[in-house]
């Protein structure tokens, strides 16, 4: 009843720029938190960052200054742009909404879109 649908993946030198986005629809009620976060090989799932329904943000200390989320509630969607890219910054990001359904409250994710940074 609920799909998250990502975008903007792809291959980049270091130093460029990416744009992604997170789309949510479905009977959604509201959506509360909703945050980014990446998987590179061989290791865990890790935070990027997190923007509330208020508008707080939170960023893992390794893109603080470099990434920057925000969200257009009105359209249930979420972005995350990625400037100064480094080789580091490869993995499969995904993200995550934590939302209100008609019948529940949990959290849903996205397929993961892949970011390649060359050196």
């Known amino acids: 009843q609920v799909q998250l649908v990502e975008s903007g993946g792809g291959l980049v030198q270091a130093g460029g720029s990416l744009r992604l986005s997170c789309a949510a629809s479905?009977?959604?009620?509201?959506?509360?938190?909703m945050g980014w976060y990446r998987q590179a090989p061989g290791n865990k799932r890790d935070l990027v960052a997190t923007?509330?329904?208020?508008?707080?943000?939170n960023y893992a200390d390794s893109v603080k200054g470099r990434f920057t989320i925000s969200r257009d509630s009105a359209k249930n969607t979420m972005y995350l742009q990625m400037n100064s890219l480094k080789p580091e910054d490869t993995a499969v990001y995904y993200c995550?909404?934590?939302?209100?359904?008609?019948?529940?409250?949990?959290?849903?994710w996205g397929q993961g879109t892949q970011v390649t940074v060359s050196s």
């Open positions: 995550k909404v934590d939302l209100n359904t008609p019948l529940v409250t949990q959290a849903y």
């Open positions: 479905g009977r959604i009620s509201s959506i509360n938190v």
């Open positions: 923007i509330t329904r208020g508008g707080s943000t």
